[in-house]
């Protein structure tokens, strides 16, 4: 069985021998999305003073950023990686207006619905070309799980 609580991951690992679970493990679930960079110096005054993250941990070459639970990286390297899509949500639609209002120059529209998904975003590039999203969830969703 499988659930998870506050961005805990609780495996349960249930054997059929004496009649239940013989063996219980719990592991926080967390990961780093890292990306290599040019602009590390760039990246970091950008991420911490237009977007809010804080600067988790300092490697000298690499650096970890987290927003809110999520934690991303970047790595100065001979070649930069742009692909991919770096999110950040907010709990309601008043967080995202007030990113937009941050972005409204690196933009690439106005926050919208976009009912596929259900959410409600708009997209920006940081300083080296990489995409960022700002939304926020439509539907039900708890964040803090």
Known sequence: MITFSRATLVLTIA???C????EIQEAPMTGVVFFNTLQLDDLTEFYT?????ELWMDQTDC???RHGQFLFGFCQREKSETCGILTFVYPDRD???RMYDLFRDEALDAPRDNPR???YNFFARDPEGRMIEFQMFTGEVDLDS
């Open 95 to 97: 967080g995202v207006d």
């Open 19 to 22: 009649g239940g679970p013989v």
């Open 15 to 17: 054997v059929a021998a």
């Open 63 to 65: 650096r970890i950023f």
């Open 117 to 119: 998904y259900p959410i």
């Open 49 to 53: 003073q237009r977007v809010g993250a």
